[in-house]
């Protein structure tokens, strides 16, 4: 069963923007603490954006003033706002809830150049 959901993934051209959503799916529960982390083929997942509960807003170097990690607390919902993206950044990415330690089962991201 499904703890984190997400959306938003998608085809688009370098240079574009996509918006991610992760959302809760089964129970309720306050979004407080997340990540964002994606997974290439053939490659490890890796960290990509955090938002710790109270805490400042952390990115990869390879994200950084491309990518912004957000919160809606009223729709309990966490985002990743993705411009300029590139296509070394396809991949799927998954929201993780630090807390629970639960998982989205992912949202594909595709870059074309």
């Known amino acids: 069963q499904a703890q984190l959901v997400e959306s938003g993934g998608g085809l688009v051209q370098a240079g574009g923007s996509l918006r991610l959503s992760c959302a809760t799916s089964?129970?309720?529960?306050?979004?407080?603490?997340v990540g964002w982390y994606r997974q290439a083929p053939g490659k490890e997942r890796e960290l990509v954006a955090s938002?710790?509960?109270?805490?400042?807003?952390n990115y990869a170097d390879f994200v950084k003033g491309r990518f912004t990690i957000s919160r809606d607390s009223a729709k309990n919902t966490v985002y990743l706002q993705m411009n300029s993206l590139e296509p070394e950044d396809t991949a799927v990415y998954y929201c993780?809830?630090?807390?629970?330690?639960?998982w989205g089962q992912g949202t594909q991201v595709t870059v074309s150049s």
């Open positions: 089964g129970s309720t529960f306050s979004l407080e603490s």
């Open positions: 993780r809830d630090f807390t629970k330690n639960y």
């Open positions: 938002l710790p509960g109270g805490g400042r807003t």
